[in-house]
């Protein structure tokens, strides 16, 4: 049986600015932006005072399903992505097995279809040795590489192997860039590290340059379509301003927020690949977004057991949590005139859909998917590690007051998150792709 919501008096954010305007739903689309007032409808939302955004697709997340859920599985994962706004995320393909035949592919794809509250897909992992599965596999938004930060067969950096990959697939390609002979020789040269602190001196900036222009290198000459992941340095945003149309880049979270100065405060729960830099890079990467250098944030959710990242340095592993809290921590920024709604949307729903050719979403428009989140931009809330939904219940922002949140969610026209509860039997759907 089909069913009508018409969301009223919300402040959308449409693609040419923001509108005062109703939005009806049937279903799982938007069947119509400012309907007539005569149209039957089966539910009103009152959204005075409101504003309506798309849902937010965070396109770098690691849920650890299969292979290590202690950490966090599809399931609690996508209830906290649920809480944040984050309707369709793209996960990578380290996890254990890795995700790099197409066998490993179709099982996390019938996985999230039993689990993942919100819409998904997963990258196709790239190997020196499985160009031919990278040449054959559809149901992927990607390919994914690891230049650098992995171990085994996901770590590529030959050059061999990384131009086959350019020049013989056609799927998007997107990189973890820091050099792994600049990583290693600083590693040494620091016996290894001793402190927390050592981490970014060891996966420096020479190291996060001179693999983002390798990369872009290999796409320039293949022309091949390619994005950055997770730029931390200045340096890398004043090389981007000269790259190829078809290169695109993003940033983190962390990465705009956090630096070296907060280690002493928060030791290895701001660990990360690439590394934290400094407060200069902060302002670089925000310059970057702002002038279009950097078209999309994303969190790299990478969460661990607060036990693991207890660990004495180098033990304790890199990765933090963030999917749940990235929208809120952008609404905050621009409430402090750090950017504007209409750049938030730009940088976390349209950009990325376009980059992934992912259809259907990213935008409030007649006969896309009905995957919207309603912000209270004047809503004050203090992040709190016991009211996580992540499994592994922590946030590096713990205690932080954020002005502006997520009050409902809708994934293809289902509430899964309203009154700080999250519809937990729901499920969302794979993401289909535009394929030229």
């Not at 020196?128 to 590529?156: A, W």
């Not at 207890?310 to 809120?328: H, I, R, T």
Request: charged content about 25%; some cysteine.
């Amino acid at each position: 049986m089909s069913k009508r919501t018409l969301i009223r008096g919300a402040n959308c954010v449409l693609p040419n600015g923001i509108q005062q305007v109703d939005l009806l739903i049937e279903d799982d689309k938007i069947l119509g932006v400012d309907p007539p007032v005569t149209a039957a409808v089966d539910e009103t939302v009152d959204a005075s005072g409101l504003h309506l955004l798309p849902g937010i697709i965070d396109d770098q997340v690691h849920f650890r399903d299969p292979g290590l859920e202690h950490k966090e599985d599809l399931h609690t994962g996508s209830l906290a992505c649920a809480k944040g706004g984050v309707t369709t995320f793209l996960e990578m393909p380290n996890t254990n097995p890795t995700t790099t035949t197409n066998e490993a592919l179709e099982n996390k794809l019938e996985r999230a279809s039993q689990k993942s509250v919100v819409n998904y897909g997963f990258y196709i992992g790239a190997t020196g040795e499985n160009v031919d599965v990278l040449q054959q596999v559809t149901r992927t938004p990607g390919i994914k590489i690891f230049i650098g930060s992995s171990t085994g067969p996901l770590l590529v950096d030959e050059q061999e192997a990384l131009e086959r990959i350019f020049a013989e697939t056609t799927l998007p390609i997107c990189a973890h860039c820091e050099d792994e002979a600049t990583v290693r020789a600083n590693s040494e040269r620091l016996g290894g590290g001793k402190n927390i602190h050592d981490h970014s001196k060891i996966r420096n900036h020479a190291a996060a340059l001179i693999a983002t222009k390798r990369a872009v290198d290999l796409s320039t000459r293949h022309k091949h379509p390619f994005h950055v992941l997770h730029v931390s340095t200045a340096q890398e945003v004043e090389f981007l301003r000269d790259r190829p149309s078809w290169v695109t880049a993003e940033a983190c979270p962390h990465h705009l927020f956090f630096n070296i100065d907060d280690y002493d405060r928060l030791g290895s729960k701001v660990q990360m690949n690439p590394s934290i830099k400094t407060a200069e890079d902060n302002l670089a990467l925000w310059k970057g977004l702002r002038d279009g250098i950097i078209e999309v944030v994303a969190t790299d959710h990478a969460p661990h057991t607060l036990e693991e990242k207890d660990q004495p340095y180098p033990k304790s592993p890199s990765g933090l949590p963030a999917v749940e809290n990235s929208l809120a921590l952008m609404l905050d920024a621009a409430h402090r005139g750090e950017c504007t709604l209409e750049q938030i949307v730009s940088w976390m729903c349209s950009a990325p859909a376009r980059i992934w050719n992912i259809a259907n979403k990213g935008a409030i428009q007649e006969g896309f998917d009905a995957d919207l989140v309603l912000v209270d931009l004047k809503q004050k809330a203090t992040i709190r590690d016991e009211e996580q939904l992540t499994k592994s219940g922590w946030s590096p922002w713990h205690g932080v007051e954020l002005t502006g949140w997520a009050v409902r969610t809708w994934v293809m026209g289902q509430t899964v998150f309203q009154d700080g509860k999250v519809d937990g039997t729901h499920r969302g759907r794979e993401a289909k792709y535009n394929r030229r």
